[in-house]
Nanobody, 127 residues
Framework: VQLQASGGGLVQAGGSLRLSCAAS????????MGWLRQAPGSEREFVGA????????YYADSVKGRFTISRDNAKNMMYLQMNSAKPEDTAVYYC?????????????????????RGQGTQVTVSS
């Protein structure tokens, strides 16, 4: 599966930004689509993911209640709506995908499980 992320930019603290991810090359019914991020000097971390088969989502505690992942099945698009942005959200954000053998597999928060990754998009939150 090929992934293309877009929508990054500069936002003030407390503001909002929406990232998009276009997926192509595979039927996504057995994929979990997610967002990972990496700040300078830090390891890549899990932000959240959506189980494509039923839209179930799971988020890292650091973004829960502020970020929302959604999908458009018809367009094979995934979105990350970032609200109440904080300076610590500054990072390169990656669209990622994990294939599973079951459409009901539990979403994992382990970044290494997402074998498919697109190029990153920079998000900078100014204080």
């Amino acid at each position: 599966v090929q992934l293309q992320a877009s929508g990054g930019g500069l936002v003030q603290a407390g503001g909002s930004l929406r990232l998009s991810c276009a997926a192509s090359g595979r039927t996504l019914s057995k994929y979990h689509m997610g967002w990972l991020r990496q700040a300078p000097g830090s390891e890549r971390e899990f932000v959240g993911a959506i189980r494509w088969s039923d839209g179930n989502t799971y988020y890292a505690d650091s973004v829960k209640g502020r970020f929302t992942i959604s999908r458009d099945n018809a367009k094979n698009m995934m979105y990350l709506q970032m609200n109440s942005a904080k300076p610590e959200d500054t990072a390169v954000y990656y669209c990622a995908a994990r294939w599973t053998s079951s459409s009901r597999a539990t979403i994992t928060a382990a970044p290494s499980s997402y074998a498919y990754r697109g190029q990153g998009t920079q998000v900078t939150v100014s204080s």
